[in-house]
């Protein structure tokens, strides 16, 4: 079982990853998945969690998520032990940041990627939200959903007046970050 | 074709629901069952159900105009949770004792005080004497179908009582998984309409008993306690029905997993049986005798299912959100009195854990059951009613 944590704020669109990426590996390659954000009141602006789970049989765990696969954090901000808490050896954590990877030093035995999604964001978007290019850059870096299910994802669940610009967003968040790698 | 959908439990509900086509839904939001009434009045508006909806202003009315629709023979849904469901109370006896075949969701949260949004079971044990048939699903994909068999089951002549279809605030309500999606044309011919012989009719006025006295009032009971008990086989025969139809069931009132020639087992209901399942799993790997036994209706209860199915177990714990203070866990009491009937009853444990959802881990379940082995293998354990993962003294 993969096993994804997200961190945001309240708004920033972490729980809409969590789901898309669940939407792109469930409906479109056909896996078991649980997509679930912190439970409880939502605050705009407060640090938020969100969770992604996936397996190739049933998943009946319904236990909260102590150990993960990926991190992925939307904001700088949040960056603390709480973040590299439970990422497992060998895995990976991707930040959203404009400062450079040497400002995040490793803590343990995994794959530190750092993009400037927010930059990418505001060019083609033309609004900080960085879901989309952050669920891009975790593809990218772990080749555990295609391209192709993602776009199709977004085609299902965003509305359609930010569709093609988020398709767009991914595929050039995705080519960053193979590009660096 | 049935479809596929990456759903939360909460639309699961609403799709199952929908797809029962219900007359008339009255029904007022409350979190962690927001949702359902939102996708509901959706469904509403665009057409794509044929429904009369009552933004009615509360619970209370919710209750009774739901009572109100069924006693004219329309097909009533409605949903609820916690503090909902008990400003619905006076009405949930009203439905029962009129025989009326109401639908509701309760999305499982805990009560005040203190204040909490989160899951437990409290709100519906709570309410174990109101009359209703309670059913609880363990993932989305059983409170969809849960939802169309209710209206089977309820609607039966043998048993026309009300039914609850239980599911975790957020740990399911929240939680997005793979749902198929029945065809409309399957659950229009599983659960047909009918018009049932005690509605108000014009037609055939006639006594509903709406009033009882000493004179007929006990008999009045036990035709409702006679049909309560029906509604167990008739919940394991919707299923196999509805496994023939769909391809999924999930067995009658009670679920047992590895629980041959288990010397521990924890017995449970809801989604926490999910995450038993994976330690039962784990534990038997380490090749310790241990399995589960997870409780699908609370209401009528399975006491032969549950003496049967732990016939040879040497230590039994109930594991559960809910506890009756000064006593123990109520799904406990309920356990313990059904194994009093056993030949040979084994060492029973409550375990109070998750209130006010407090997260239940894999670890602590673990625990849980290595009470239950020391228990098993002749170590006799104390206390018998245990707060799981306590952080006072």
């Known amino acids: 079982m993969i096993e994804v944590r997200w961190h945001g704020r309240g708004g920033q669109g972490a729980f809409t990853a969590a789901r898309l990426l669940g939407q792109a590996v469930a409906i479109h390659e056909h896996k078991y998945v649980q997509a679930f954000p912190s439970f409880g009141p939502e605050r705009r602006g407060a640090p938020v969690l969100a969770f992604t789970r996936i397996d190739d049989k049933k998943i009946t765990d319904r236990s909260e998520v102590e150990n993960c696969d990926y991190v992925v954090v939307l904001d700088d901000t949040l960056y603390g032990d709480n973040v590299t808490k439970g990422l497992k050896d060998g895995g990976i954590l991707v930040i959203n940041t404009t400062k450079d990877a040497s400002a995040f030093p490793k803590v343990g035995n995994y794959q530190l990627v750092t993009i400037d999604a927010t930059a990418l964001a505001l060019d083609i978007l033309g609004r900080p939200i960085t879901n989309v290019p952050m669920l891009a850059a975790l593809a990218a870096a772990s080749g555990n959903v295609s391209v192709d299910s993602v776009l199709a994802a977004i085609d299902d669940q965003l509305a359609p007046r930010i569709r093609e610009k988020n398709k767009k967003l991914f595929v050039a968040a995705y080519n960053a970050v193979k590009g660096d790698k | ?393």
């Open chain 2, 1 to 393: 074709m049935s479809e596929k959908m990456f759903i939360c439990g909460d639309e699961a509900v609403a799709l199952g629901a929908k797809l029962a086509r219900p007359q008339v839904i009255a029904a007022y939001p409350i979190t962690p069952q927001t949702i359902v009434v939102e996708r509901l009045s959706d469904y509403v508006e665009d057409g794509s159900l044929d429904a009369q909806y009552l933004h009615v202003e509360s619970e209370h009315s919710a209750i009774t105009a739901s009572i109100g629709a069924a006693s004219v023979g329309a097909r009533t849904f409605t949903a609820t949770s916690s503090q909902g469901l008990l400003y619905m109370a006076e009405g949930l006896y009203y439905a029962s004792g009129g025989r009326l075949p109401i639908v509701m969701m309760d999305a499982n949260r805990s009560l005040a005080l203190p204040w909490n949004i989160y899951g437990d079971q409290r709100d519906s044990l709570s309410q174990l004497e109101a009359g209703w048939i309670q059913l609880y699903a363990e993932d989305a994909q059983e409170a969809l179908d849960l939802t169309i068999q209710a209206y089977k089951i309820a609607e039966d002549p043998e048993v026309m009582l009300p039914v609850m279809v239980c599911l975790d605030g957020f740990v399911l309500t929240h939680t997005y998984e793979v749902v198929e999606i029945p065809e409309q044309d399957k659950v229009d011919a599983f659960i047909p309409y009918q018009k049932y012989a005690n509605r108000m009719d014009l037609e055939h006025p006639m006594s509903n008993c709406v009033t009882a006295g000493p004179d007929y009032n006990m008999e009045l009971h036990y035709q409702q306690h006679l049909a309560t008990i029906k509604a167990g086989e008739k919940l394991e025969a919707a299923d196999k029905e509805y496994g023939k139809l769909f391809g999924r069931t999930y067995g009658g009132m009670i679920e047992t997993y590895r629980t041959e020639d288990a010397d521990a087992v924890i017995v449970t209901l809801g989604s926490v049986a999910g995450t038993t399942r994976c330690v039962v799993d784990k534990m038997r790997d380490e090749g310790k005798k241990v399995g589960l036994l997870r409780i699908r209706c609370m209401r009528p209860f399975p006491v032969q299912e549950i003496v049967d199915a732990l016939k040879g177990v040497k230590a039994v714990g109930v594991l559960e959100k809910d506890v009756d203070h000064g006593f123990e866990g109520v799904v406990y009491t309920n356990v313990n009195s059904a194994l009093m009937r056993a030949a040979d009853k084994p060492a029973t444990f409550s375990f109070i854990a998750g209130l006010g959802g407090r997260s239940i881990l894999k670890s602590d379940i673990e625990n849980c059951f290595a009470k239950l082995l020391r228990q098993a293998a002749g170590t006799p354990q104390s206390p018998t009613v245990e707060f799981v993962k306590l952080g006072c003294e």
